[in-house]
């Protein structure tokens, strides 16, 4: 599955929290996800950014941030949900409940946890949670 299948499924199955994911459909809406609030972000700083200069005996540095986003919030609530549907699938496909999802709001361990288990490899054949979507 390449970059734009993976996107389109992801965004066609926009809340469906049923069935399991591969490893690349999840990893490539992962990256789309992080492009997506990349790119907003460059545009709310490009038209709603300030520019800071700091200028000191050893030389100069230039700054720019914002404080209103409207961009980067707008996509980023827009791809949430469908992030949030395609992790649960993940899980499913690691045999896992997708209620292990919240494991992510223990700061640093439970991230790492989900992050070696989005890595990992699913189950081979068909589990409680569907049809391999190798197959």
Not at 24 to 31: D, M, Q, R, S
Request: a neutral charge; hydrophobic letters at 45%; glycine letters at 12%.
């Amino acid at each position: 599955m390449g970059f734009s299948e993976a996107v389109k499924t992801c965004l066609r199955k926009y809340v469906t929290f049923s069935g399991r994911a591969t490893r690349p459909e999840f990893w490539w809406f992962v990256l789309f996800f992080f492009l997506v609030i990349v790119i907003g972000g460059v545009i709310d700083l490009v038209l709603f950014g300030e520019s800071t200069t700091a200028v000191t005996d050893t030389g100069a540095s230039v700054g720019s941030e914002t404080d209103f986003t409207p961009f980067t919030t707008i996509f980023g609530l827009l791809i949430l949900l469908p992030y949030i549907s395609v992790a649960v699938r993940r899980l499913h496909d690691t045999g896992r409940s997708g209620w292990w999802y919240w494991l992510g709001l223990i700061p640093l361990v439970g991230i790492i946890i989900l992050i070696v288990w989005f890595a990992s490899k699913g189950t081979t054949g068909s589990n409680k949670y569907g049809e391999d979507p190798q197959a």
